[in-house]
T-cell receptor, first 113, second 116 residues
Framework: AQSVTQLGSHVSVSEGALVLLRCNYSSSVPPYLFWYVQYPNQGLQLLLKYTTGATLVKGINGFEAEFKKSETSFHLTKPSAHMSDAAEYFCAVTRGSASKIIFGSGTRLSIRP | GAGVSQSPRYKVAKRGQDVALRCDPI?????LFWYQQALGQGPEFLTY????????KSGLPSDRFFAERPEGSVSTLKIQRTQQEDSAVYLC??????????????FGSGTQLSVL
């Protein structure tokens, strides 16, 4: 069975500081991994995804994530936080064709002025 | 329309009432998912359609929950004899192809169901 674990339900950083949101996955087969963002009163939007190839993937709004098979991790980072980054972030995994996509419990990111 | 549309946006039901939630995916999208999102939690998978075929319904919490997509486009999630624990936001998402191939999901804004 597949699952994702997001460490930290709430992360708070200062504006301009590094953002690090942690995600670890469990999968019996090579996974496809995603990060989605949910702004208040909006639907989830894809930030970035890893399927195959380069393990460092870049997404929208300056976010990036690195797939580390040895650590079963897919942490999300952004070098410099902006106030507009305040939102809920979800890590997700799927195993391939015709498979459901499993979401983590989410991490709420707050940005301090 | 331009995106995934869900209706109603809000639904208040009395315990024991039946409800039907509608999802209009992006035209031509093959895959359609239903998720349940409780307050402060991540979306929990309910069921998955590829065209009109329901390929996975393992997430439906009980036999009170039923989903259909008869013509491979619009989908309806029906909950019979609603209970208070059914209160949540129900999200619909669609994708142009088999979402298990890594294609991104396009989400609707959800239907917030409150069971009193």
């Amino acid at each position: 069975a597949q699952s994702v674990t997001q460490l930290g339900s709430h992360v708070s950083v200062s504006e301009g500081a590094l953002v690090l949101l942690r995600c670890n996955y469990s999968s019996s087969v090579p996974p496809y991994l995603f990060w989605y963002v949910q702004y208040p009163n909006q639907g989830l939007q894809l930030l970035l995804k890893y399927t195959t190839g380069a393990t460092l993937v870049k997404g929208i709004n300056g976010f990036e994530a690195e797939f580390k098979k040895s650590e079963t991790s897919f942490h999300l980072t952004k070098p410099s936080a902006h106030m507009s980054d305040a939102a809920e972030y979800f890590c997700a995994v799927t195993r391939g064709s015709a498979s459901k996509i499993i979401f983590g419990s989410g991490t709420r990111l707050s940005i301090r002025p | 329309g331009a995106g995934v549309s869900q209706s109603p946006r809000y639904k208040v039901a009395k315990r024991g009432q039946d409800v039907a939630l509608r999802c209009d995916p992006i035209s031509g999208h093959v895959s359609l998912f239903w998720y349940q999102q409780a307050l402060g939690q991540g979306p929990e998978f309910l069921t998955y359609f590829q065209n009109e075929a329901q390929l996975d319904k393992s997430g439906l919490p009980s036999d009170r929950f039923f989903a259909e997509r008869p013509e491979g486009s619009v989908s309806t999630l029906k909950i019979q004899r609603t209970q208070q624990e059914d209160s949540a936001v129900y999200l619909c998402a669609s994708s142009p192809r088999d979402s298990g191939s890594g294609e991104k999901l396009f989400f609707g804004s959800g239907t917030q169901l409150s069971v009193l």
